[in-house]
């Protein structure tokens, strides 16, 4: 079914969810709410997922040697052969993919989303830097120009002294970004920010900032309309990160008073204002321990930690985004103060005691926490498998009070309420960041785990303390699911199994919707790399990035020699003692699975 353009201004009626997981899930939540139709894709092994049974229709993504959910091409031709109107983009994928944008436009449909132009100016971090200092907004030190090569950075570098950030200029989420502390760590720092930024946003283009040892990271959700109106909400305290990716958010920031919020919105408001901004989007600053705050960058999307606006506003943003697209003006004006206080703590598939390892695998139980002022994003159940080949995101819990200590005391009781078996989790870390003094004080900067290394231990502690328990017995359902497709499209038939293990006949009308298969066997969770002393393993499944010693090489213990990306997170495998390189097991580009051999060290003489 061919698609026809939507009148300016006249009601959405079917969104294709350009996504998969819980921001999937979500968007369509919303959809169901304001009487919209939602359409879901999926990719291999996906026929199952939550968001694809919450939808009323869902296509396959055409296979392909790369991640399906950034097929251009095959996102708007299935949006206009399934009657959408309109398409949101979630966050992640092609969410600020400017060519993406302008070819759901040129299909006639409606982007859920700022202009191809503005994605384009304020996604190149170059430009949005300039945009930002003529819009009269601070900006860290940094270079003017994209910088062509690690000479060149060095000379900077040499004239404005370190440590000093490389960040890919199409980057975001921590991708393409490295931190050289000397210049002999400047070109192995460049050479990773440029390489990782051309793997994820297929621009190898970086630049320069001065990095600031112990900044905060506050960011500000803005909102702007067809009608000219901008309006920015409370900010939100995204803080303790590893990697530089975000691991626990709040709103409001214990940093932040009256009058400085005042300053980051009028700020943000007048970012907004100068690149005409329709939409949802988010400005983020670096908070210097001096007051002065500094523009980092503009997502040009919903935030994964949009939930905590939510929860302190009150407002159900993904909704208002639609109804922005449709053409109506916001439905809150400027001058919104935080009620109460709302913190997240996203739950990955990651064990915090080896390095933030991520670990894919079987939920063998999952049982989510309840209770009033809790609430739980995911897009997971019990059974459903966690893939190597997407984020490591399980669930965002989030947790509201009247203030900062009723919510932390609530976001510690659903944590301990929160039961995930078969993947190790990041529970146990949010569970001993918790209970840090400095973070019960609010006095966090994104050094937090440098600042505060006693916390892994303490999060290996609660593990323990936890210990390992059985996985919950599932009583075998009758009623089954048969997933077939036609032409691409997805239906669902359930089926009633006979004694004989044939199959019995379909059961209803054959809607897509229907029982929840019975849950999967589980496997038991991540092991830790094996190794006899002159083998270096791999501690995670993932695939090869760099390969960096060759046959011959001395190395020295604690020594980077490979880079192994699982579930999109690059794992550094370091020696474990000094040595000559016997062989190397692998090759770029190479799959291997935990504990494969990496690289063999001569035996000791």
């Given amino acids: 079914m061919d698609s026809l353009p939507r009148a300016a201004g006249s009601p959405i009626q079917r969104v294709l969810v350009a ?134 950075a060095l000379a900077w570098a040499g004239i404005h002294g370190y440590p000093v950030a490389v960040k890919a200029a199409g980057g975001g989420g921590g991708r393409g970004f490295r931190v050289a502390h000397s210049l002999q760590e400047l070109p192995e720092a460049f050479a990773g920010s440029r390489g990782e930024a051309e793997r994820y946003f297929s621009n190898p283009v970086v630049y320069l900032e001065r990095y600031l040892e112990r900044p905060r990271h506050i960011e500000v959700q803005v909102f702007g309309d067809t009608h000219g109106t901008v309006v920015a909400l409370p900010e939100r305290d995204c803080s303790v990160q590893r990697r530089h990716q ?41 908070l210097d321990t001096d007051g002065s705050f500094y523009f980092l960058e503009m997502n040009t999307r919903i935030q994964v930690e949009h939930t905590v606006t939510e929860m302190v506003t009150g407002i159900d943003l993904v909704a208002e985004q639609i109804r922005v697209a449709e053409g109506h003006p916001l439905s809150f004006g400027a001058g919104i103060q935080p009620n109460g206080w709302a913190i997240e703590a996203r739950i990955n598939a990651e064990d915090a005691t080896r390095g933030f390892a991520p670990a894919p695998g079987t939920l063998s139980t999952y049982r989510e926490p309840a209770g009033f002022g809790v609430r739980v994003d995911a897009a997971f159940v019990q059974g459903d498998t966690i893939p190597a080949a997407y984020d490591s995101m399980i669930a965002k819990l989030v947790a509201w009070g009247r203030d900062r200590n009723e919510a932390l005391r609530r976001l510690e009781r659903a944590l301990r309420d929160f039961r995930i078996e078969g993947v190790p989790t990041t529970i146990p870390f949010h569970r001993a960041v918790l209970v840090d003094p400095a973070f019960a004080r609010g006095e966090v900067f994104t050094t937090f785990l440098t600042d505060h290394p006693d916390v892994i231990e303490r999060a290996r502690e609660v593990a323990s303390d936890i210990g390992p328990t059985s996985a919950a017995e599932t009583e075998e359902l009758e009623r089954s699911q048969l997933v077939v497709e036609v032409g691409g499209r997805r239906f669902a038939v359930d089926v009633l199994a006979s004694p004989n293990g044939g199959v019995a006949a379909p059961v209803g009308n054959g809607a897509r919707r229907g029982q929840r298969p019975a849950p999967r066997k589980a496997g038991g969770p991540a092991s830790r790399a094996a190794g006899d002393g002159n083998t270096i393993a791999s501690g995670v499944q993932g695939t090869v990035m760099r390969v960096t010693v060759a046959p011959g090489e001395q190395v020295e213990a604690g020594q980077v020699v490979a880079v192994v990306e699982a579930m999109k997170m690059e794992n550094e495998v370091a020696s474990s003692r000094a040595g000559t390189v016997a062989s190397v097991e692998v090759t770029v580009g190479e799959s291997v699975s935990v504990g494969a051999p990496i690289v063999r060290l001569d035996a000791p003489a």
């Fill in 246 to 286: 975000k691991l626990i958010e709040e709103s409001p920031s214990p940093a932040v008073t009256a009058e400085l919020r005042a300053h980051l919105q009028e700020a943000t408001v007048a970012l907004g204002h100068r690149v005409g901004y329709v939409g949802a989007g988010t400005v983020e600053y670096l």
């Fill in 19 to 152: 996504n998969r997981g819980e921001i999937a899930l979500r968007i369509i939540r919303a959809c169901h709410e304001l009487g919209v139709a939602a359409v879901a894709v999926y990719g291999p092994g996906e026929e199952r997922a939550q968001h694809v049974l919450a939808a009323d229709d869902a296509y396959r993504l055409p296979d392909a040697s790369g991640i399906p959910y950034l097929d251009i091409d095959a996102l708007v031709g299935i949006a206009q052969r399934s009657g959408a109107d309109a398409v949101h983009p979630g966050y992640g994928f092609l969410a600020e993919n400017a060519r993406f944008a302008r070819a759901v436009g040129d299909a006639g449909l409606t982007f859920i989303g700022p202009s191809p132009d503005v994605i384009a100016a304020m996604g190149d971090k170059v430009e949005a830097r300039r945009v930002a200092i003529e819009a009269g907004v601070p900006v860290v030190p940094g270079t003017e120009d994209p910088v062509p090569d690690a000479e060149a």
